[in-house]
């Protein structure tokens, strides 16, 4: 079963529009983490927010938001002010608990992914 | 946040060489290193987990002959591309995270096609 699933294969905003991009997750851990990456065509992959499940606030960085419903298990990213800047895939990504007898966290599981397209 | 760099950015080799990307943690001590497979226009698909001083754990359906990973020291972890074939061209990224860190820090990932 997929764990994180991203429904927007591609979406489109006007600069200086908010976008939201969603991104549902399924795991029956308590302790989770949810991540958003952004992707730009050079390939690096750039961290843009974080949301702990325990956390009970929704986490902000800046122009990225993460609208976090625990019991619809959804964390939808919302870029508000977009900018041209912007147009990039964006992966929402999952950590469950810690590696099994490790000290590390665990490993990531990665949605399918949104491709953003800002028009000036 | 924390660097992570990866060599070389891109490779070109004839199939049947072997090709050795290696993934670095620049200022910190990386415990675990991740070893991600992307195609164009597609997800990252994790292909193995790496602890330092012990072996690789692969996920399903990756070959350990073939994808060999050794994590020998706690700022390096080197993925050697055996025998490659044009069906491994692909875009390989790392990642690395500390004892203390949720985050996962990625190189910049290497382009590897094979002619």
């Known amino acids: 079963a997929q764990k994180i699933t991203q429904t927007q294969p591609g979406m489109f905003v006007q600069e200086k529009e908010a976008v939201t991009l969603d991104c549902t997750y399924d795991?029956?851990?308590?302790?989770?983490?949810l991540f958003w990456y952004k992707q730009p065509s050079s390939g690096e992959m750039i961290f843009l927010i974080y949301?702990?499940?325990?956390?009970?606030q929704n986490a902000t960085e800046g122009r990225y938001s993460l609208n976090f419903q625990k019991a619809r298990k959804s964390a939808n990213l919302v870029i508000s002010a977009s900018q041209l800047g912007d147009s990039a895939m964006y992966f929402c990504a999952m950590r469950e608990g810690k590696n099994a007898g490790g000290t590390s966290y665990g490993k990531l599981t990665f949605g399918q992914g949104t491709i953003l397209t800002v028009h000036p | 946040g924390a660097v992570v760099s990866q060599h070389p950015s891109w490779v070109i080799c004839k199939s049947g060489t072997s090709v050795k990307i290696e993934c670095r943690s620049l200022?910190?001590?990386?415990?675990?290193m991740f070893w991600y497979r992307q195609f164009p226009k597609q997800s990252l698909m994790l292909m193995a987990t790496s602890n330092e001083g012990s072996k690789a754990t692969y996920e399903q359906g990756v070959e350990k002959d073939k994808f060999l990973i050794n994590h020998a020291s706690l700022t390096l972890s080197t993925l050697t591309v055996t025998s490659a074939h044009p069906e491994d061209s692909s875009f390989y990224i790392c990642s690395a995270s500390g004892r203390t860190s949720y985050e996962q820090y990625f190189g910049p990932g290497t382009r590897l096609t094979v002619t």
């Open positions: 200022d910190f001590q990386a415990t675990t």
């Open positions: 795991t029956s851990d308590q302790s989770y983490g």
């Open positions: 949301q702990g499940s325990y956390d009970e």
